[in-house]
């Protein structure tokens, strides 16, 4: 299919295994639901055409719905609707096809932007069949999360590694996804472009904490929070323990999310047992996922973010708290390393080790004139990052692309 002469971009973007409409934090919902909403809505408002195609995630869904002017979400009839997160890739093929199926019915598209693995071998097909350029965005990478101990099978190394071949241009969330694309991948770098998500200004700014705390019913002791799905990946039980390690019976730690995948219950389960056998069950608060613009409340209302994962492309949440004046004590991992400014907006850890994370909580926490600097720091550090810089940045990829002569599988 030959690019349309068209002046308007028109772009399908894939993203096969969670929708932008989901609840972020529950299930398989989390940050990349965000990315993909605010990313369609700030290209829409660069006049860029956007289509996201999605896996009917529930029997009642219409076949599309028109988000706002340039934005539609498509759902694609691809294996039953209950079909859990592992068994996605017995589905790819019926999902490429309905996907193609609109493309022809509405009239052509310009770039497939694919997002995750599973879409990325759907655009890596539609690419090939439809003759335009693939754009893939991974988000997280098997052979990262491999390197931290979490196993991924081998078919989802080899898709990454044949889509990363045949892509046009990959984008990184940080320069440390950038870097781990070429060292895992062998990804060409002048293919890699960094695009760094943005934050929402108006939904997350500094704002009053007592009066966060009193919309809660958190009391006025320190308040720590977790933000994220209940699972291995993200570090949980590490942020449990740390806040153990704090011995402080006034202080309320927050965990903001659901559980995770077929096995979540199993970690959620294992959580509770933990927090039990600490003996912080009664400052222990889960909170259950909550709308995405409700969280700025919640960060707000705590005095630091614990962001423990063993991995992470780049970060949402600390990006989110930063926004709102809030230090994070992160794991030195991908994008967190490029979001936290060590002892300026936050701490980087090295080890995973919660007496390191539980020292740097209480340096914060027993210094409020560091924890104001911090506070100040971070929301100015946060307001480099905007939804509308990453949509002018993309909209020059793609119309750069339309320019080019493709890549070809090697």
């Not at 349309?4 to 969670?18: D, F, G, K």
């Not at 390690?245 to 199993?266: E, F, K, Q, W, Y």
């Not at 613009?293 to 630091?304: E, F, K, P, Q």
Request: aromatic share 6%.
């Amino acid at each position: 299919m030959a690019l349309s002469p068209r002046t308007q971009l028109r772009v399908a973007v894939l993203s096969l295994h969670t929708s932008p409409l989901a609840q972020p934090g529950k299930g398989d919902s989390g940050g990349m639901n965000v990315y993909v909403r605010e990313l369609v809505a700030a290209l829409a408002h660069r006049d860029v055409d956007c289509s996201v195609y999605v896996r009917r995630w529930h029997r009642d869904l219409p076949a599309e719905v028109q988000v706002e002017p340039g934005v539609r979400v498509v759902h694609v009839d691809a294996g039953d609707p209950e079909l859990s997160k592992e068994l996605l890739p017995g589905v790819v093929d019926p999902f490429r096809e309905g996907v193609l199926d609109d493309i022809e019915r509405t009239g052509g598209t310009d770039i497939i932007h694919a997002n995750y693995w599973l879409s990325g071998v759907a655009g890596h097909q539609i690419k090939h069949e439809l003759d335009l350029p693939l754009v893939s965005t991974f988000h997280t990478l098997a052979r990262v999360k491999a390197e931290t101990g979490d196993d991924e099978p081998q078919r989802r190394i080899d898709a990454e590694a044949d889509v990363i071949a045949c892509s046009d241009v990959i984008t990184a969330n940080s320069l440390a996804e950038g870097q781990q694309l070429q060292r895992f991948y062998g990804a060409p770098a002048d293919r890699i472009e960094e695009v760094p998500p943005g934050v929402e200004h108006a939904l997350f700014s500094p704002g009053n904490q007592a009066g966060a705390r009193r919309a809660l019913g958190v009391g006025d002791g320190p308040v720590l929070m977790f933000v994220g799905r209940i699972q291995p990946l993200k570090g949980v039980a590490l942020a449990v323990k740390a806040f153990a390690g704090l011995h402080r019976p006034d202080a309320t730690l927050l965990i903001v999310g659901g559980a995770s995948g077929v096995s979540g219950d199993g970690e959620v389960g294992r959580i509770h047992a933990l927090v039990d056998d600490l003996g912080v069950r009664e400052q222990v608060r889960f909170i259950e996922p909550q709308p995405h613009h409700l969280l700025s409340t919640y960060y707000r209302a705590a005095d630091l973010v614990v962001a423990p994962s063993k991995s992470e492309s780049f970060g949402l949440v600390a990006l989110e708290a930063a926004a709102c004046g809030t230090p994070v004590v992160a794991a030195a991992v991908g994008g967190l390393r490029t979001l936290v400014d060590h002892g300026k907006t936050g701490f980087l850890v090295q080890a995973r080790d919660p007496a390191i994370y539980t020292a740097y909580a209480n340096e914060i926490l027993e210094s409020p004139m560091l924890s104001a600097e911090m506070a100040m720091n971070a929301a100015e550090r946060a307001r480099t990052y905007t939804w509308s810089a990453m949509a002018e940045r993309l909209t020059a990829i793609y119309s750069g692309l339309r320019e080019r002569s493709l890549v070809t599988c090697t």
